[in-house]
């Protein structure tokens, strides 16, 4: 069965920088998107930025778009999300999420992560 894992969250100054990662196992993700999702306190969960495995394809919600960028390393199966110039309005609990290419949603999710960055 499909397992993301996410690591690397934590508390940050404003105009800081975090890693994430996610450890995907269970099957090949070849032909998967991966994807990075947050949840803000009191808000819904909400799309960040997807990279398709097979060919490192990649996009961004407008908000991120110059500050994050997300990457993936086939050899270790991970998929990672470089956030530059945090803000405030980052904090948010970031998903790691996965779906085959020709599905249109992500079901296959991790247990999320706390990212606060303070001001």
């Known amino acids: 069965q499909v397992q993301l894992v996410e690591s690397g969250g934590g508390l940050v100054q404003s105009g800081g920088s975090l890693r994430l990662s996610c450890a995907a196992s269970?099957?090949?993700?070849?032909?998967?998107?991966m994807g990075w999702f947050r949840q803000a306190t009191g808000k819904e969960r909400t799309f960040v930025a997807a990279i398709r495995w097979s060919d490192g394809f990649t996009y961004y919600v407008d908000s991120v778009n110059g500050r994050f960028t997300i990457s993936r390393d086939n050899a270790k199966n991970k998929v990672y999300l470089q956030m530059n110039s945090l803000k405030p309005e980052d904090t948010a609990v970031y998903y790691c999420a996965a779906r085959p290419s020709t599905a249109k949603e992500y079901y296959h999710w991790g247990q999320g992560t706390q990212v606060t960055v303070a001001s």
């Open positions: 269970g099957r090949t993700f070849s032909s998967y998107f």
